[in-house]
């Protein structure tokens, strides 16, 4: 049987297919930094799910947990993507479907106008015959969409006569901080990997007003910030005790819990994470098997020869300093009175694992978690 390879690539409500999949992704890495988008692998599997039929779309339909009427999948996603369009005015957060056709093959036609229409997907037909050339060109759309960030997500190694279809998708996030961190505040300080382990971290620190609270519920502070002119913000997630994360992470899906504007004494790693996961075994967890499988039936992505996954992998990105989640240089120069500076009425001192998301009121667009500095 032939093969399909699924790429996704990113630079962040309860019982979500999002929230499922990170649970896992975040339990089996949960000794290491972790940068992931859930949301990017629900979009790339929803496009295979627009191809498929009998028990590979039940499957696929049950896990993604999509409405079996592909016209709602399709009005979904169309949505989320035309929403996305001009959206941000300083922060950058760009979503791009591709498709990379082997040119002995043909999509279907009514697959090719579904994906080019509702999820922005072109089809480009490339030669297979020459596994370097290939590799290259997909790379760069990668390389292109990601601003660098990403470069290589295939190898020639990684393709061959075989290959029918790689499907990408790619999330790139870029924003500046409401409130900046000030470089000269920044030291270096200890972060508690465990109880009896620290390493040194590089600690940026500000005090300022955010959304915040000390939730008994999470048993973890939590605090919002914001970005420049955006409607997204990363929420931090600090569970109290240091080796709390765990926990923590099984609680926060679909997190919409109570904040308040507080004055908080705020202290957070700079740190920057590169990771990827070949994506199969978590998705055979969660009931998508057959899509997999040489029973696999997506006879409405390519007409002749039948086809399944071959590989489903994800490669993340995030840097996150003084300046955003991405490196940029902005300078303000206020001038204002001196006046008494008032005692903060919360200290957030990231010094332990805590977990992170890039969101908005909707949607979160990036997930992960930073446990061990220098990794």
């Given amino acids: 049987m032939k ?33 992931c988008s859930p949301l990017s692998v629900e979009i790339a599997m929803s496009m295979v799910y627009m191809a498929a039929e009998g028990n590979t779309a039940a499957e696929l339909r049950k896990v993604l947990k999509l409405p079996a009427d592909k016209k709602e999948v399709s009005k979904k996603y169309k949505e989320l993507l035309t929403g996305l369009e001009g ?21 279907v036609p009514e697959y090719n106008q579904v994906v080019r229409d509702s999820f922005k997907a072109e089809a480009e037909a490339i030669s297979m015959a020459n596994p370097g050339n290939a590799a290259s060109i997909i790379n760069k759309w990668v390389n292109d969409q990601t601003s660098g960030r990403i470069k290589n997500i295939i190898s020639s190694t990684d393709i061959n006569s075989d290959l029918v279809v790689v499907l990408l998708n790619a999330i790139y996030f870029k924003g500046q901080w409401k409130y900046n961190f000030d470089p000269k505040f920044t030291r270096k300080a200890d972060f508690q ?21 000390n939730l008994k519920s ?3 502070k939590v605090i919002e910030l914001p970005y420049r002119n955006s409607s997204l913000s990363m929420l931090i997630f600090l569970p109290n005790k240091v080796d709390g994360l765990q926990e923590l ?23 920057k994470i590169e ?28 007409s002749k020869p039948a086809v399944k996954i ?25 001038i204002v009175p001196v006046s008494a500076v008032p005692l903060p009425d919360m200290e957030f001192i990231a010094d332990h694992p805590f977990a992170y998301v890039i969101r908005d009121e909707n949607t979160i667009y990036f997930q992960g978690h930073f446990v061990k500095p220098g990794m």
Avoid: W
Wanted: aromatic content about 8%; some cysteine; glycine content about 6%.
């Fill in 3 to 35: 093969c399909l390879g699924l790429l996704f690539l990113a630079v962040s409500v309860a019982g979500r297919f999002t929230d499922d999949l990170y649970k896992l992704l975040g339990k089996e890495n949960g000794d290491k930094n972790l940068i």
């Fill in 87 to 107: 959206r941000e005015k300083v922060a950058i957060l760009d979503l791009a479907n591709r498709l990379y056709v082997n040119n002995k093959f043909q999509l």
């Fill in 193 to 213: 990997v465990t109880k009896t382990n620290r390493l040194p971290v590089e600690m940026m620190s500000q005090t300022d007003s955010f959304r915040a609270a």
């Fill in 218 to 220: 999470l048993d973890a």
């Fill in 249 to 271: 992470e099984s609680k926060i899906a679909g997190f919409s819990g109570p904040l308040k504007e507080l004055r908080v004494r705020l202290k957070l790693p700079k740190f």
């Fill in 275 to 302: 990771f990827s996961a070949d994506l199969i075994k978590f998705l055979e967890k969660m009931g998508i098997r057959e899509a997999f499988s040489n029973s696999a039936k997506l006879s409405g992505l390519v």
């Fill in 310 to 334: 071959g590989k489903a992998f994800q490669k993340a990105f995030i840097e996150v300093n003084e300046d955003g989640a991405e490196a940029a240089a902005v300078t303000m120069v206020q």
